[in-house]
Nanobody
Framework: QVQLVESGGGLVQPGGSLRLSCITSRSFLGMLEVGWYRQVPGKQRELVALIRRAGTINYADFVKGRFTISIDNAKKTVYLEMNSLKPEDTAVYYC??????????WGQGTQVTVSS
């Protein structure tokens, strides 16, 4: 079992910044994938950013140049730095960890609201 706890969401004005954090009950080292997803009501959950075991990072086109994903293995925490936020970034953001192809864990989510 892997427990994931997100934090850092909130209300921010357009153009503002937030940093989301996700702490895990076990190390992210060696995991197949670690990432952030988001979901708005009535829509499917979508990928925001992903770090693969080999170290490659993928971003959704709609966040490239604005969001940065990173891992601090000593703190067992994955971060999502979000800059230049737009109203359309409003969503519940979820942390995801896949230790291997047959295991998949989600956090409880943290709400991000971008509004003036």
């Amino acid at each position: 079992q892997v427990q994931l706890v997100e934090s850092g969401g909130g209300l921010v004005q357009p153009g503002g910044s937030l940093r989301l954090s996700c702490i895990t009950s076990r190390s992210f080292l060696g995991m197949l994938e670690v990432g952030w997803y988001r979901q708005v009501p009535g829509k499917q959950r979508e990928l925001v950013a992903l770090i693969r075991r080999a170290g490659t990072i993928n971003y959704a086109d709609f966040v490239k140049g604005r969001f940065t994903i990173s891992i601090d293995n000593a703190k067992k925490t994955v971060y999502l730095e979000m800059n230049s936020l737009k109203p359309e970034d409003t969503a519940v953001y979820y942390c995801n960890a896949r230790p291997n192809v047959s295991m998949n864990y989600w956090g409880q989510g943290t709400q991000v609201t971008v509004s003036s």
